[in-house]
C-alpha cells in the first residue's frame, strides 16, 4: 500500500486542480455520485497485492497511474480527459491544444452585444455622453436605443409595460456599458463618457468583428454573473463557461432541451449541488438547473449569439422550458482542437 502523503504531488483526476490528497482521496469524501469513484476504485485495483521497496517506487507507480487517470477521456466530462478540464477551468484562454477564441471575427456578429454596443457607440459618436449625476446614461438616450434595438421605449410584459426612467430599467443595455468599460472601449473623459482610442481603432480597422472578442473575454472573466440575477455567487457557472461552450460545439447542431445542458453541467460537477441551500421550497438540484439555463445559456450563450434559445412564458410556479441550439457564431468564434 501507499502512504496518503505521497499523493500531494499529484493532481486531483476530478479536475479540480487541487493535490489528489487534498481532494477525492480525503476519507470524508463521499458526494453521492462523484466522477472520481471509478478512479478511486481503479487505484484500489492497481496497488492490489503491491509491495514497494521504497518511497520512490511508490511515487514512480502513483505517477504512471495519475498520468493515465489524468489523460483519459471521461464519460462524466462528454469525453474530455482532467487535464482537458483543469484547463477549461483554470486557464480557459491559455489553452491552445483545447480551444482557441478569435481576436477578430470573419465578420460582423448578429447578437444582442454587439446591437447593443453599436447602438451605444453610435449614440456616444464624435461629442460624447453627458451621464446623469448618478453617473449613468442619459434617460433619452436609453429610451432611444431600446427604440432602435426593441422597437419600444418600454419594459415589462405587453400586458405590463412601464415606462424606461434610468438605465439600469433597461438591464442588457447597463451591462453592455459596464462590460464596455471594463474592455477599455469606453471611459469618462472631461465629465462625458467617449470612445476610447482603442475602441476606435478596432472599430476601423475591423468594425464589431474586432469588438465582439473583447465583450466576450471581459463578460467571461470580469463581469460578474451574480450580479442582479438572485441566484447568489455559484462562481462555477462563470468558471466553467468554457466546457458549456464545448457541448453546444459537441451537441448543438440539433435543437435540444436546456435540461440536456443542465444535467451535462451537474454530471461533470455533482459536488455543486452541495453548495446551494434550498429556498423557495426548491432543492438544490431545481435552483441548479434554473440557474444554469439562465445564467449561462441564456444570459451568456444566448447573449452573445452562439446559441439560439427558446423561453416558454414564466409562469408562476412553473419551470421555463428550453430549447437550444448552437449557432454558427460558435465556431466562427472559437475553435475546439479536441476530438
Given amino acids: 500500500m ?28 463521499k458526494k453521492s455520485g462523484n466522477p472520481m469513484d471509478e478512479v478511486m476504485q481503479a487505484l484500489k485495483e492497481a496497488q492490489q497485492h503491491r509491495e514497494f521497496g521504497s518511497i520512490k517506487d511508490a511515487n514512480q507507480f502513483m505517477q504512471e497511474f495519475m498520468i493515465r487517470q489524468n489523460t483519459k477521456p471521461r464519460d462524466a466530462f462528454a469525453g474530455l480527459s482532467p487535464a482537458e478540464m483543469r484547463s477549461i477551468l483554470n486557464t480557459p484562454f491559455a489553452a491552445p491544444d483545447i480551444a482557441t477564441v478569435a481576436d477578430v471575427l470573419p465578420q460582423n456578429p448578429d447578437c444582442t ?163 446551494i441551500t434550498p429556498m423557495y421550497s426548491k432543492s438544490p438540484e431545481e435552483i441548479a438547473i434554473s440557474s444554469y439555463l439562465h445564467r449561462v445559456i441564456d444570459r451568456f450563450a444566448g447573449f452573445f449569439g452562439l446559441a439560439h434559445v427558446e423561453k416558454s412564458d414564466w409562469k408562476y410556479g412553473e419551470n421555463r422550458v428550453y430549447q437550444v441550439r448552437a449557432l454558427p457564431l460558435l465556431d466562427q468564434a472559437i475553435r475546439f482542437h479536441v476530438p
Avoid at 199 to 209: K, Q
Fill in 2 to 29: 501507499i502512504n496518503g502523503n505521497t499523493y500531494h504531488s499529484f493532481p486531483c483526476p476530478c479536475g479540480s486542480g487541487k493535490p489528489f490528497d487534498e481532494c477525492c482521496f480525503r476519507p470524508h469524501n
Fill in 113 to 275: 452585444a454587439a446591437a447593443l454596443f453599436k447602438a451605444l457607440a453610435d449614440a456616444i459618436g464624435d461629442k460624447g455622453l453627458k451621464p446623469t449625476a448618478t453617473g449613468n446614461l442619459p434617460r433619452n438616450t436609453v429610451r432611444e436605443i431600446s427604440i432602435v434595438i426593441n422597437g419600444t421605449d418600454t419594459f415589462g410584459t405587453e400586458r405590463t409595460p412601464y415606462q424606461l426612467l434610468k438605465e439600469a430599467d433597461y438591464f442588457d443595455l447597463h451591462l453592455i456599458r459596464i462590460v464596455a468599460g471594463y474592455a477599455g472601449l469606453i471611459r469618462k473623459y472631461k465629465g462625458r463618457f467617449i470612445l476610447t482610442k482603442k475602441c476606435r481603432t478596432i472599430l476601423d480597422r475591423h468594425g464589431m468583428a474586432g469588438i465582439w472578442p473583447e465583450l466576450f473575454r471581459v463578460y467571461a472573466e470580469q463581469y460578474n454573473w451574480a450580479y442582479r440575477d438572485g441566484y447568489g455567487p455559484m462562481y462555477l457557472l462563470q468558471r466553467s463557461f468554457l466546457f458549456t461552450l464545448y457541448l453546444l460545439h459537441r451537441f448543438g447542431s440539433e435543437k435540444r432541451d436546456g435540461l440536456f445542458y443542465a444535467n451535462a453541467f451537474l454530471r461533470a460537477f455533482p459536488a455543486f449541488l452541495d453548495e
